[in-house]
T-cell receptor, first 111, second 115 residues
């Protein structure tokens, strides 16, 4: 059974601070997606990483896929209150295209 | 774009009745659609995977006779919660994926409350 361990589960920081969220697994994934979800809404796709060692940047967000494609990280620089939400990593591994989701990181950025 | 809509966004029903939730991919054809359930402050729990024109594949522990899934076209899937009970109250989210990609595009979710 493929599992994605996501940490930390909760994160409360002040505006302007940096943070990193981690997703780790003992399994190899062909790709990994990061989503952000706000309360009462569906998750929104932020990025997909495919190649081992790949780094993608989305404004203040930096996503990295591990060399062995077993882990990934999301780094946010100078967090803002608008970054508040639930961040989910999801690995592609199912035979029907289904994703394996981490348990999520609930981020709260206080002004 | 990749927009997925869900209807209704909120529904309140009485115990014992059935509720149908629609999921539509608005600007692309979805070869596969997924149905999730999400409890407060928790991650998504996959309920079932459906491909157009074929029977849905249900995850372990999900009753297929209670949660009926129909995927009649490449742009529409429906989830019917039959004989709903208060414990079925939850946030139901669908997603759709394009052919040959693992990326899923999520609908805005449906908040179901069973009284």
């Amino acid at each position: 059974t493929q599992l994605l361990e996501q940490s930390p589960q909760f994160l409360s920081i002040q505006e302007g601070e940096n943070l990193t969220v981690y997703c780790n697994s003992s399994s190899v994934f062909s790709s990994l997606q990061w989503y952000r979800q706000e309360p009462g809404e569906g998750p929104v796709l932020l990025v997909t990483v495919v190649t081992g060692g790949e780094v993608k940047k989305l404004k203040r967000l930096t996503f990295q896929f591990g060399d062995a494609r077993k882990d990934s990280s999301l780094h946010i620089t100078a967090a803002q209150p608008g970054d508040t939400g639930l961040y989910l990593c999801a690995g592609a591994g199912g035979s029907q295209g289904n994703l394996i989701f981490g348990k999520g990181t609930k981020l709260s950025v206080k002004p | 774009g990749a927009v997925v809509s869900q209807h209704p966004s909120r529904v309140i029903c009485k115990s014992g009745t059935s509720v149908k939730i629609e999921c539509r991919s608005l600007d692309f054809q979805a070869t596969t659609m997924f149905w999730y359930r999400q409890f407060p402050k928790q991650s998504l729990m996959l309920m079932a995977t459906s491909n157009e024109g074929s029977k849905a594949t249900y995850e372990q522990g999900v009753e297929k006779d209670k949660f009926l899934i129909n995927h009649a076209s490449l742009t529409l899937s429906t989830l019917t919660v039959t004989s709903a009970h208060p414990e079925d109250s939850s946030f139901y989210i669908c997603s759709a994926s394009k052919q040959a990609t693992y990326e899923q595009y999520f609908g805005p979710g449906t908040r179901l409350t069973v009284t």
